[in-house]
């Protein structure tokens, strides 16, 4: 056997799980896929077993196998950064501000400009259709190749069209969201809306 | 970064998103209807938006150092006042950072034969 390589039983007794459990997952999800010895036996490198690890620690919080696969094989955040802001006008210059937190001018000002510039088109759109009373809730996680940028604000369901209402002070934000996101996503209902936006470090714009 | 160069980065990336908000609008318009741009100015926290027709738009874009700015945003020691009409200004970048606007030119910046935002 390979140097620092484990077969199956022994990864499934370091895990705890069942090795015929580490064969369907592999079939099923191909995440985890091992090397083969001359025997054509499953063998597993530490990175494997460190996936794996991580997969089984999703499953122990409640989530189900694809779902704790999808989470575990996402790249490990560089930094998050959560910040809540009264639904005042100034929320937005100061949701640019505490995104400086997250990434420096110096480390990719491109990328922190249109970052900011995001930021402040989704709070605006917060501070303008959301709850006059609930604070705006704003989270950054970088990523290797990616940022993600969620604004979440109270108050009742909205609707695209809403969003899109011409407006020449700006704010309406998703149009720029468009041009600039390489995903994202709404969710409204009657208790407020989330906005999720996914920037690529190195294609934006 | 000086605040020269600050400022013909903050166009030139406003540029960027103006292009592709331009291609984006050209996808959906069957004509040479107006649609928005942000302005162009080099305030980062400035978001406004300026209504401007597809023929408008590339006149300006034909010249690397040309922006579209909202009526008075115009920053008078690193540009200079091109034309105006009733919903935006033309501004030249001077300098430094009109240098940056050239760099940072998303196209090859062929000239044009007539002055940007006076037709």
Redesign the interface.
Known sequence: MATGLLEIGAVARQLGVAPSTLRTWERRYRLVVPHRGDQGQRLYDCDQIDLLGRVLVQVRRGARARAAHDLAGQPLPLRNSRFRFEPSPEA??LA?RALDELIG?SEN??LA??L??VA??LV?NAVLYGSKRDPIRMEATLFPDWIDLQVQNGGGRLSIKSLRTR?????RGL??V???AEAWSIETGPLGTKIAVRLLVDAV? | MNQAVRKGANESWFREVNERLERRAADKASSDGPFEIICECAREECTERISITFREYEAIRARSKTFAVVPGHHDRPYERLVSSTETYDVVEKLGAAGRVAEVGNPRDGEEPEHEPGAD
């Open positions: 937005p210059l640019r001018e000002p491109r400009f249109y900011r510039l402040s088109e605006k407006r020449r002070q700006g704010g149009e720029i468009d041009a600039l714009p």
